[in-house]
């Protein structure tokens, strides 16, 4: 197996498959409803919702890097708030966050071993395999943000 087969398993496995932490981001958001992601259980604190729509954003921020396109990283990092918190919008905001899933494993199986160690262009000299894999630890840590903001809430 290469290693750009290696990193498309951790890719899909942490997202819906079967990751070493035992714990996906789909199945662990299908648990929760738009009241519940749209709750701030306390002041200055992040919604399911806002930690959601910023991975989706960080996700294609990065995959823009990734394809050459620099795009700086905003001063709200991506983090704003929800406007509308219907369940149809929250099922969207899910839908987005899939729809990101695919277009990183379309990226992923075009990518060889070699890409792995290209870098950005211009004055982003981060290796390829440093984003890609950058972008799994973001996923891991917010999914156990979210994680724990679940169980808070459902108690």
């Known amino acids: 197996m290469t290693e750009s087969e290696r990193i498309t398993r951790l890719f899909r496995g942490l997202f819906d498959g079967d990751p070493w932490l035992d714990v996906q981001i789909l199945a662990t958001l299908q648990g929760i409803n738009a009241q519940q992601a749209g709750r701030r259980i306390a002041e200055g604190r992040n919604t399911i919702w806002e930690i959601v729509n910023h991975l989706t954003s960080w996700r294609r921020n990065i995959l823009d890097r990734l394809k050459g396109k620099f795009i700086p990283s905003p001063e709200h990092n991506y983090i704003l708030p929800v406007e ?41 000299k981060t290796p390829y395999y440093y984003y890609i894999h950058g972008m799994l630890q973001h996923d891991a840590y917010h999914l156990g943000q979210i994680v724990l903001l679940a169980k808070l809430l459902k108690n």
């Open 84 to 124: 509308d918190t219907s369940e149809e919008a929250w099922q969207r905001a899910q839908r987005e966050l899939r729809d990101s899933q695919e277009e990183w494993l379309r990226y992923l199986e075009g990518l060889s071993d070699e890409d792995l160690d290209r870098t950005g262009s211009g004055k982003d």
